[in-house]
């Protein structure tokens, strides 16, 4: 499978934070999530990616080329969304036709405005009008009005409310159903990846502590249990644990295979954000 995004030992030293040898690779037709808390390195991978920051040490790679040498051809197929105001603000929501038109060589204006439509964006209004949803909404239908391979979503989807988010998780999934595009997203809506990431990035304080796929995320569990049942329990029967006043929940990968051995278990499907508290407030096993 052909890799569309390559990150090879990334490091990016501050004085207070080391984005710490960084590596994964995304092939075509992915979507991937990269989560962590605040200050965990998401937005630092996301500029270093961009080449908005100069990198310390190792190798990006957007199209099998390098993210700095090559950065104008790679740029005519790279959509990126960040959270914020993304376009001029004096501008009317139409005028982006004839501007972008002009920078992106596959500028689709017919999609363009019936991204608009779809999305209810005035023409005619100008873009500091616009509500922080709105201005959500139409970078997306700037971002992919070009036909991008690679989306760099970086809280994207912050600022809308649920149904639109659920919108746009939908047009994400189409994006990526002809197996050629792929998309990046780091958010802290763990909900959304629930839905959409075949796969999830977890930084923590610089580092890449896992890359799993959805499958495998499906498949984990939280115990609750006592102290006796926990302490029968052998280390890699679970990842993480959390002791409570009276009792242990324990993050388990497989709960399928828990519940198949002991009946009668009070045991949860843990979620994306279930996991990521026991890797960064659990004991690891």
């Known amino acids: 499978m052909e890799t569309i995004l390559s990150l090879q030992n990334v490091t990016k030293k501050y004085k207070n934070f080391t984005l710490d040898h ?3 690779d995304i092939p075509r037709g992915m979507i991937f999530g990269l989560i962590g808390e605040n200050g965990a390195g998401k937005t630092t991978t996301i500029q ?3 080449d908005l920051i100069k990198t310390d040490s190792g190798t990006i790679e957007i199209f099998g080329k390098d993210h700095c040498k090559d950065a104008k051809e790679i740029k005519q197929k790279l959509g990126v969304i960040m959270d914020g105001l993304n376009q001029n603000p004096y501008l009317k929501c139409g005028d982006l036709d004839k501007i972008l038109g002009k920078i992106y060589r596959s500028w689709d204006s017919q999609r363009f405005f019936s991204y608009l439509d779809q999305f209810k964006l005035p023409r005619e209004k100008k ?6 949803g709105m201005n959500v909404k ?8 070009y036909h991008p391979q690679l989306l760099l979503l970086d809280e994207a989807t912050s ?6 988010r659920d919108d746009i998780l939908e047009i994400l999934q189409e994006f990526v159903t002809d197996e050629q595009n792929s998309i990046l997203m780091s ?8 839905k959409i990431a075949d796969y999830v990035l977890f930084l923590h304080e610089g580092k890449l502590m896992f890359l799993k796929s959805r499958e495998a995320l499906e498949s984990y569990g939280v115990l609750h249990c006592t102290e006796e049942f926990f302490r029968a329990l052998a280390p890699e029967d679970y990842d993480a644990y959390l002791k409570e006043e009276f009792s242990y929940k324990v993050l388990v990968p497989d ?6 051995h002991f009946e009668g278990l009070l045991l949860d499907r843990a979620t994306i ?3 990521m508290l026991f890797y960064v407030k659990g004991v690891r096993s």
Do not use: C, Q, W
């Open 22 to 24: 960084v590596s994964f």
């Open 48 to 50: 270093s990616i961009l």
């Open 127 to 132: 873009i500091k009008e616009l509500s922080k």
């Open 138 to 145: 139409l970078n997306f239908a700037a971002a992919l009005s």
């Open 159 to 164: 600022g809308l409310d649920p149904v639109m």
């Open 187 to 194: 958010t802290h809506i763990t909900s959304d990846l629930d």
């Open 255 to 260: 709960r399928y295979t828990m519940r198949t």
């Open 273 to 275: 954000e279930d996991i």
